[in-house]
C-alpha cells in the first residue's frame, strides 16, 4: 500500500507570490490533516478535513487555506507569502476524524517551502 | 491549554546504553500521548501511543513509554541504543483524537560508538 505523498518535494519562492501544495492520502483514508514545522515553533498544526469538511483548524492567519476533493486528495494554499511562512510542510492522513479512537497519524516526507 | 515539554533539545549516548528521552505534558482531561520519531529529511512515524489502555507502552524498534500521572510524564526509553537510532524524536499530546496534535519542541538523539 502506497504511503502519503506530498508533491512538489522543494519548492522555492518569492515574497508576495502564492503556493498550492498537494497531498495524497493512503488509500482508503478519509481524513487529512496539515501540519508546519520551523527550527524555532517546531511543528504546529494548521488544519484537518474529513469527507471535504474543514474539522479542526490550528491558530494561522487567513492567508493559509486548504480544501479537501472528493478523493480525499487534499491541497492547501498559501497566499502572499512571507519570509516566515519558510517552513516544512507535513501532511499526515488517517481513517477516521479526530476523536475517534485507535487511529494514527500517517505523515508524508512533507514539502520543503523556502520563500525569499 | 494543553502543552507538551520536552527536556533536552539534544541528548547523546553511546552504543549499547540507555535511551531516556523526557516528556512532560499538561492536560485537563485524560489525554492521548504519543511518541513520533523524525528521520532526516522524512515525515513522522509513530513509534507509540497512550490510551489509557495500560501505563506502560511497548513501540516498535525497542522503545516503550511510562505513563505516570501522578508526575505528568510520558517518558521514552529504550535499555540499548543502537545507532539507527539516531534521529529527532517528538512527544505529542492529544486533545481527544488523533488528528490534532500538540507537539513537544524535540529531542534530537546522537548515538556515538
Known amino acids: 500500500k502506497a504511503g502519503v505523498t506530498q508533491t512538489p518535494r522543494y519548492l522555492i519562492k518569492t515574497r508576495g507570490q502564492q503556493v498550492t501544495l498537494s497531498c495524497s492520502p493512503i488509500?482508503?483514508?478519509?481524513?487529512v490533516s496539515w501540519y508546519q514545522q520551523t527550527p524555532g515553533q517546531g511543528l504546529q498544526f494548521l488544519f484537518e478535513y474529513f469527507s471535504e469538511t474543514q474539522r479542526n483548524k490550528g491558530n494561522f492567519p487567513g492567508r493559509f487555506s486548504g480544501r479537501q476533493f472528493s478523493n480525499s486528495r487534499s491541497e492547501m494554499n498559501v497566499s502572499t507569502l512571507e519570509l516566515g511562512d519558510s517552513a516544512l510542510y507535513l501532511c499526515?492522513?488517517?481513517?477516521?476524524?479526530?476523536?475517534?479512537?485507535?487511529?494514527?497519524?500517517?505523515f508524508g516526507s512533507g514539502t520543503q517551502l523556502s520563500v525569499l | 491549554a494543553q502543552s507538551v515539554t520536552q527536556l533536552g533539545s539534544h541528548v547523546s549516548v553511546s552504543e549499547g546504553a540507555l535511551v531516556l528521552l523526557r516528556c512532560n505534558y499538561s492536560?485537563?482531561?485524560?489525554?492521548?500521548l504519543f511518541w513520533y520519531v523524525q528521520y532526516p529529511n522524512q515525515g513522522l512515524q509513530l513509534l507509540l501511543k497512550y490510551t489509557s489502555a495500560a501505563t506502560l507502552v511497548k513501540g516498535i524498534n525497542g522503545f516503550e513509554a511510562e505513563f505516570k500521572k501522578s508526575e505528568t510524564s510520558f517518558h521514552l526509553t529504550k535499555p540499548s541504543a543502537h545507532m539507527s537510532d539516531a534521529a529527532e524524536y517528538f512527544c505529542a499530546v492529544g486533545p481527544g483524537g488523533y488528528n490534532k496534535l500538540i507537539f513537544g519542541a524535540g529531542t534530537r538523539l546522537a548515538v556515538h560508538p
Open positions: 488509500s482508503g483514508h478519509r481524513s
Open positions: 492536560s485537563s482531561v485524560p489525554p492521548y
Open positions: 499526515a492522513s488517517s481513517l477516521a476524524a479526530s476523536g475517534t479512537a485507535n487511529e494514527k497519524l500517517f
